[in-house]
């Protein structure tokens, strides 16, 4: 029997977690060292590839082979280049050389699954927030680490957990606050007895833990700098700082000063920083952070006291300056109780039994028989459009919405545009994405822009037909069909020079430790 396994493919940290025989989920850990998360940084060596500490700790000698926050890289047709040391754009003619942040999480993936044997099926999780192409290049990594993987946004996954604790005390409408090591998601979900209904999420998908790290980094130079009249060498870049920096971060979450020795260019110098001097430094993240909470809230016409609790995600929520925000803003503290760290894993795994009803053994079928999912699609989707404009006696170009923010998934809705005059030799098929509902294409973000051929008599009023559907993954499927010559065209979102399949394989040929 297939095993039911939920992975958390995250920007600091990984997890997995399996369902076990009586439909609970269960983390799986590194048999080596027994760590129930794992580091997401990737050592490449000529013929392996290290993943976890080991990794991080090679990185001291060979800072060009080890590549870390892979999964901020994931929307990007980028390579990471061992001989630059850096990620490096990939043209449209493939030409450059490297490795694609989907074969870096590849191997990510292989690791983890390599915690218990046979898997074949999971469930992976994604920021809420994550681009189409991002999405694409997650699945592709899956492929790559021969895994049949559906998608599940992170704090859906985090809420189905929360709602499946024995016992659990979360009823209502219910906001998540899912702040880990590279993204930011806030959703909003009504959540009753075990059923979860998603009513809409923002985020930030480049604010995290990593973050806040670099600004100790930052404290840490000026202070080395003012002691000795001279800065650390290219301290961002240095993977040991980090390491420094993210020990101090800890250490003040639990204690009002932390100390540590640094070694820099004029010798080491002992650098004391207080939370208050890192809380002010991360004062822009802080005003984002409230920022985006408002925003979820007004986005319904929420209020407050319209949320009966607040549930916390991700290892950057035991920050106590988060604590401080969430209970001013939401005008009581958030829920405490849960593993932040696990909660995604075990979420994904739980959604993974829904997936896979037909695997489950009676005990799990049970365990499960009341669990039920509703997610929504997080952006607007359109295609620009030509209208006539009265007040200018003229046709105009606008953004078109063809699927709103927060419908439903998985969804498909079709609607019908016009030839504009007779003779028209091609349609513009944009696919447009936007957080709002934008009109004016200057604020959207154009996916994709090709154009269908229409046939030599095509006429004003002839129609075309536009098909978008997001499936359960959240994944985009665009069709444009000319009704008149039934031409159909299915849009890529795949950037231009993206990889195939079988291109990713050609250079991932790795034993993985
Ligand atoms: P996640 O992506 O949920 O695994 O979160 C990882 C992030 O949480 C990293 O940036 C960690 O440095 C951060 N983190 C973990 N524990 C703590 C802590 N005690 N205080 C502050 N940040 C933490």
Known sequence: MSKIIGIDLGTTFSAIAELDDLGNPEMLSDPENNNRITRSA????????????KAVDAAVTNRNSTVFEVKSQMENNVVWSKKDGEWIEQ?????????????????ILSKLKDYTSGVKKAVVTVPAMFADAARDATLDAAKLAKLDVELINEPTAAVLHYANLPGSSINGRVLIFDLGGGTFDITIANVKGKKVDVITSVGDKHLGGRRFDEEIINLIDKKYKKAKGKGLVKPLEDESLFTIAERIKKILSTKDKASEIIEGPKGPQKIDISRSEFENSIDTYIEKIKMLMEEALESKDLKANNISQTLLVGGST????????????????????????EAVACGAAIYAGLQNKGNLNSAQKKSLSNVELNDVCNYYLGTLAIIYDKERDMGIQINDIVIPRDTKLPCSITKTYTVVSDGQKGIDCSVTQSE????????VNILSNEILDLSKNAKAGDPIEVTYSYDNSGKIHCIFEDKKSKKKHEISLKPAGAK??????ENLDFDIE
């Open 318 to 341: 035991r920050m106590p300056i988060i604590n401080k925000v969430i209970t001013k803003i939401m005008k009581k503290a958030p829920v405490k109780g849960v593993n932040v760290d």
């Open 436 to 443: 709002g509902e934008e009109k004016d294409k200057e604020f």
């Open 500 to 505: 195939d399949l079988k291109e990713l394989k």
């Open 42 to 53: 990737v050592y490449i060596g000529r013929d392996k590839a290290i993943v976890g500490d």
């Open 91 to 107: 043209d449209a003619k493939k030409t450059s050389k490297g490795y694609t942040p989907s074969q870096i999480s590849s191997i």
